[in-house]
Nanobody
Framework: QVQLVESGGGLVQPGGSLRLSCAAS????????MSWYRQAPGKERELVAG???????NYADSMKGRFTISRDNAKNTVYLQMNSLNPEDTAVYYC?????????????WGQGTQVTVSS
């Protein structure tokens, strides 16, 4: 059974930092494309960053230079380091896994973790 469990969210002041973690199980983590998305109230879910099995990364333009995605295949965990946070970063952050299972391309989501940036 595939599980994605996010952690590390919380309340942080503007300018602060947080590191989110997503612990994965139930699939071959090292082969999966892992991504972070976020959804703010009243807005659509949007891509934050992604990392493929080879470690190549991509970021949404507004996150470049502030956020860093990384993965630890030994721990089956993907991270999102977020720096210089501002109130516009307030959202629920979701972890997503994509991988091939035989001939089917699978997509799974975590339950999300709330990040609130406020003074």
């Amino acid at each position: 059974q595939v599980q994605l469990v996010e952690s590390g969210g919380g309340l942080v002041q503007p300018g602060g930092s947080l590191r989110l973690s997503c612990a994965a199980s139930g699939f071959t983590f090292s082969s999966a494309i892992m991504s972070w998305y976020r959804q703010a109230p009243g807005k659509e879910r949007e891509l934050v960053a992604g990392i493929d099995s080879g470690g190549s990364t991509n970021y949404a333009d507004s996150m470049k230079g502030r956020f860093t995605i990384s993965r630890d295949n030994a721990k089956n965990t993907v991270y999102l380091q977020m720096n210089s946070l501002n109130p516009e970063d307030t959202a629920v952050y979701y972890c997503k896994a994509q991988f091939w299972l035989v001939l089917n391309y699978k997509t799974y989501w975590g339950q999300g973790t709330q990040v609130t940036v406020s003074s």
